[in-house]
Every structure is written in structure tokens, then in C-alpha cells.
């Protein structure tokens, strides 16, 4: 008898676990967060639907050192240009751009081909800043960049 209401009484807890734990992930899935991106490039190139900035999210500094992968990616068409992602799961994230004054980079692909233009969302020089954004928040960045630093 006494084994049988253990039972009973365990089934319980998992039930109500994995009832509280849906409604945290829905919960979650419902207040994602959104990040604006307000760029501005200020280098010599020439920016439109064949030559965009892209934009790379990360969730880990560790992408200076090529240590990480970006999760999501987007692009502009213009120099001073707005980007808008949403839904994201991921706090703090990390910001960096790429433009490719050729044109036709595939960002998926491969990183930046060489020349490229390189910027990152940063406080201290060389240091990337992390970005936190708390759930159902939009969070508004500034990243300005040049020709200054380039894909090798």
C-alpha cells in the first residue's frame, strides 16, 4: 500500500513537472526578445542589393578566436540601414557585420572573403560587448564601422 502511493504520488510530481516545465517553454516562446541594429557604415563602398552588410549574431565572444558559429544572420542593403531580428532565445548575444565590397558573398557558405570589411558591436576597442536583452524586450544598438579593419 504504502509502495503504491510512492507511485501514485511520483507519477503526480512528473505530471505537474513536466506541466510547469510546458508552460515555461511556452511562456518563453511567447516573450521572445528583439534586437534593432542601427547601422552605419562610413567606408568607401558602395551598399545595395549586391553588395550588402551582413549581420551576424552570436552567443558566444568566442567568435573573435573563431571559436564559435553565428546563429542567425541578417542583411542591409543600405549604409546606414536598420536590422531587426526577433524572436530570439539567446541572452546576452554578440554583434558583428561583414561587407564585401565585391558583392555575392554567401554568408552562409564560408566567412568573409578577404578585403571584406569588418565591424562588431563594442564598448572597448576589440572587445566585443555582449547585449542582454530580457524576454519580450527590445533591446537598440548602434554599430558603426569603416574600412578600418579588414578580412585578411
Known amino acids: 500500500m504504502k509502495s503504491r502511493r510512492l ?67 541578417q542583411a542591409s542593403a543600405s549604409k546606414s540601414g536598420i536590422v531587426t531580428l ?12 561583414a561587407y564585401d565590397p565585391q558583392g555575392g558573398y554567401n554568408e552562409v557558405a564560408a566567412p568573409p572573403p578577404s578585403g571584406s570589411s569588418l565591424g562588431m558591436y563594442a564598448k ?7 547585449v542582454k536583452i530580457e524576454p519580450g524586450e527590445t533591446a537598440e544598438i548602434e554599430l558603426a564601422f569603416d574600412d578600418s579593419f579588414k578580412m585578411p
Do not use: N
Not at 86 to 97: E, G, N
Open 7 to 73: 507511485l501514485v504520488l511520483g507519477v503526480l510530481m512528473a505530471v505537474c513537472s513536466l506541466t510547469i516545465a510546458g508552460a515555461a517553454q511556452a511562456q518563453q516562446k511567447t516573450a521572445g526578445r528583439t534586437l534593432t541594429i542601427k547601422l552605419k557604415y562610413s567606408g568607401s563602398g558602395t551598399v545595395d542589393d549586391k553588395h550588402l552588410i551582413q549581420v551576424f549574431l552570436w552567443d558566444s565572444a568566442d567568435f573573435v578566436t573563431g571559436g564559435a558559429m553565428p546563429f542567425m544572420i
Open 124 to 130: 572597448t576597442p576589440g572587445t566585443p560587448e555582449p
Open 86 to 97: 526577433s524572436d530570439l532565445d539567446k541572452s546576452p548575444v554578440f554583434v558583428s557585420v
